[in-house]
């Protein structure tokens, strides 16, 4: 859950994390509960959330480069409008940040 994957990450002592929202509980190693503050997890949780969405951008920006590499080995000539669209495709996490929103080039 992206709640306990942000107290995890603000509060390096914590161990465990029991429950949901509010009623999460979180505790050490020695079985202390830790007590945190709610706004500051929801602010790393929405950090966390929008890490997540870049890096599933980047993974298809990936894959749809990956299809076109075989066009830009130093055997073959590479038009300029695959040119622009892998450019363009590098520079996406330039304008978008998840799939959300992504406008694709249209692949030549």
């Known amino acids: 859950?992206?709640?306990?994957?942000?107290?995890?990450?603000?509060?390096?002592n914590v161990v465990s994390i029991r429950g949901e929202g509010n009623d999460a509980i979180a505790?050490?190693?020695?079985?202390?509960?830790?007590?945190?503050?709610?706004?500051?997890?929801a602010i790393k949780q929405a950090e966390l959330?929008?890490?997540y969405k870049l890096d599933e951008l980047r993974t298809e920006r990936?894959?749809?480069l990956a299809?076109?590499?075989?066009?830009a080995l130093s055997d073959q000539t590479l038009t300029?409008?695959?040119?622009?669209y892998r450019q363009s495709l590098r520079d996406i996490t330039n304008n978008y940040s998840s799939l959300d929103d992504v406008v694709w080039p249209v692949k030549p």
């Open 1 to 12: 859950m992206m709640q306990h994957d942000a107290i995890f990450a603000i509060y390096e």
């Open 27 to 41: 505790k050490d190693a020695d079985g202390n509960i830790i007590s945190w503050d709610a706004s500051a997890v």
């Open 49 to 51: 959330l929008a890490a």
């Open 62 to 64: 990936n894959r749809l």
């Open 67 to 71: 299809e076109t590499d075989y066009l």
């Open 80 to 84: 300029s409008d695959m040119s622009v």
